[in-house]
Antibody, heavy 123, light 111 residues
């Protein structure tokens, strides 16, 4: 079954760090850009970051730029999000998301979503 | 940054009746290649979002043909020809031209 499974969420204090992981299965992971999207409590969806299929290009929302780092390991079919200098407003369910179109880095839809991993930042 | 505005924010609909959701962008989503970079997603209760429509009007695989997307530039519409109980949830539009900004969401419920 084609799926994405996130892990690594938890409770962390303001200023702390956390590393999220996403395991992909049953598709050629190395062919697709990957994204992180978050959803705050009772809030809508917010884009976080993108990494290209080969990992050579990255993009970040202005709200996380300089604090978060996206990366991937295509040999392990894994996506990561290193989160630092965490703030209470980073509290959210973090989704790992697959790009819709093979080889496309930008201008693309979000095709497959994981179930999410919850990050809670206490003040 | 592009601002995405959806209306209505709440949409009660009788089963079998049509439904329509509007999405307006503060900047044109029409690329020079002719594509409109506007997608629609549905988040059913307790589930992750799922792609319904991309490029303004292309249904994703497996999406019923009662769902249709239209529009160009800054004004887009998602239409459901006959609402079914399984269509309940929050619908989001999203621009894919700049920074992947989502609309606020429209909650569709069955009357």
């Amino acid at each position: 079954e084609v799926q994405l499974v996130e892990s690594g969420g938890g409770l962390v204090q303001t200023g702390g760090s956390l590393r999220l992981s996403c395991a992909a299965s049953d598709f050629t992971f190395s062919n697709y850009a990957m994204h992180w999207v978050r959803q705050g409590p009772t809030k809508g969806l917010e884009y976080v970051s993108t990494v290209s299929a080969n990992g050579g290009a990255t993009n970040y929302a202005s709200s996380v730029k300089g604090r978060f780092t996206i990366s991937r390991d295509n040999s392990k079919d894994m996506l990561y999000l290193q989160m630092g200098s965490l703030r209470p407003e980073d509290t959210a369910l973090y989704y790992c998301v697959k790009a819709h179109t093979r080889g496309t880095y930008l201008y693309d839809a979000f095709d497959l979503w994981g179930q999410g991993t919850m990050v809670t930042v206490s003040s | 940054d592009i601002v995405m505005t959806q209306s209505p924010l709440s949409l009660p609909v009788n089963p079998g009746e049509p439904a329509s959701i509007s999405c307006r962008s503060s900047q044109s989503l029409l690329h020079s290649n002719g594509n409109n970079y506007l997608d629609w997603y549905l988040q059913k209760p307790g589930q992750s979002p799922q792609l319904l429509i991309n490029l303004g009007s292309t249904r994703a695989p497996g999406v019923p043909d009662r769902f249709s997307g239209s529009g160009s530039g800054t004004d887009f519409t998602l239409k459901i020809s006959r609402v079914e109980a399984e269509d309940v949830g929050v619908y989001y539009c999203m621009e894919a031209l700049q920074t992947y900004t989502f609309g606020q969401g429209t909650k569709l419920e069955i009357k």
